[in-house]
């Protein structure tokens, strides 16, 4: 399974964002997928999950109420909607799947990887 994120980029503080991660190969629809990410000097940090089917969302503490996960199982595709940006928010962002339809906030229970996307939030 290969996995591509797209649509980082900068925007100012308070700004929003649409990541993309588009899936190919494997059976995208029966796997969970996730984001986290990894500000410079930092370890890599939970974003979101997602069950294969959409039904249930999990958020990290600092993302809850501004970040939104979703997907198109039609399309291979999981987005990730950020608003109300924050310097703090910067870092490379990245698209996992694991091999279960369930989610799950740890990062060593995904079995792919994107190569990530850089999002950088000004003040």
């Known amino acids: 399974v290969r996995l591509v994120e797209s649509g980082g980029g900068a925007v100012r503080a308070g700004g929003s964002l649409r990541l993309s991660c588009v899936a190919s190969?494997?059976?995208?629809?029966?796997?969970?997928m996730g984001w986290f990410r990894q500000a410079p000097g930092k370890e890599r940090e939970f974003v979101g999950t997602?069950?294969?089917?959409?039904?249930?969302?999990q958020y990290g503490d600092p993302v809850k109420d501004r970040f939104t996960i979703s997907r198109d199982n039609d399309k291979k595709t999981v987005y990730l909607q950020m608003n109300s940006l924050k310097a703090e928010d910067t870092a490379v962002y990245y698209c996992?799947?694991?091999?279960?339809?369930?989610?799950?906030?740890?990062?060593?229970?995904?079995?792919?990887w994107g190569q990530g996307t850089q999002v950088t939030v000004s003040s």
């Open positions: 996992a799947g694991r091999k279960e339809p369930d989610p799950s906030d740890d990062e060593f229970s995904y079995d792919y």
């Open positions: 190969g494997g059976t995208f629809g029966r796997y969970a």
């Open positions: 997602i069950t294969w089917s959409g039904g249930f969302k």
